[in-house]
Every structure is written in structure tokens, then in C-alpha cells.
């Protein structure tokens, strides 16, 4: 079958089930019992983990991610996270220890807010000419209030 025929099929098909399914959306999102992600976001955790590692799938921390998880004690968040989200770690209330990546341009307010026993943010870099030229994140209001 020709490369064209193929295509048309499978337009024809997303079409269908469009049809067939309305309400249902069609879009790039994971979801397991632990992370739920769409589009990149993480949207929600609803693990118990003590010691928790965002996965590498993830561009962003949602609003309210992590909110109030009295669960966790440590997370490590990769290079692949751009943002934090504004209240995403908010009254995590046994949260120590918080390992961010270089490719994190922004925490948004209230993001670690009444995390009280918080005792290190560590940021981490690799070993090439970027630990020279320390580049730190946009910090919203009251992010570590």
C-alpha cells in the first residue's frame, strides 16, 4: 500500500473515534497509580513514597502537584523540568530535602510555602563550563515562606 493510502486511513480512523467516542480526549497523557501526567505537566501525585524522583517525561510541575503530601521527605527533580508551579509542594509538612536540575527557569509562588521542616535545596549542575556561570530560577513570592 502506498504511504498516502495509509495516512488517509488513519485519518479516517482518529475521525471514527472521534465520532463514535465524543467527550474523550485525544492527547499525549500518562497516568499510572503515582503520577498523573498530561501534555509534559505533572499534574498530580497520590503516592506515598518517602523519597520521591520526578520522572524525566516531565517539563513542568503543575499547581498544586504535590500539595499538602505528608508522605514525602525527599524529591529529586530532573533536568527536564523548566517550571515549578505556583502552591506545588505547599504544606508537604515532612519535606527535608529538595534536589533541583539546571534546567529549571522558574518557581512559582507559594511553591515549597509552610514546607517546615525543610532543611536543603540543593541545585545541582553537571561538571562542564556551566557550574561557572551559576544561573538561578525566577523565584516567585513566598516560595520558601
Known sequence: MSKKRNICRLVLVLFILSVILPGTKISAEETNDVFKIED?????????????TVPSTVTSIGEDAFSSNEFIESVSIPSSVQTIGDRAFYICSNLKSVSLNIG????????????????????LYPLSRTFLKLEFPIVGHLSFA
Do not use: W
Open 104 to 123: 529549571l527557569t522558574r518557581i512559582g509562588e507559594f511553591a515549597f510555602k509552610d514546607c517546615n521542616h525543610l532543611e536543603s535545596v540543593i541545585k
Open 40 to 52: 509534559g505537566v505533572l499534574v498530580s501525585y497520590n503516592g506515598t513514597d518517602r523519597n520521591v
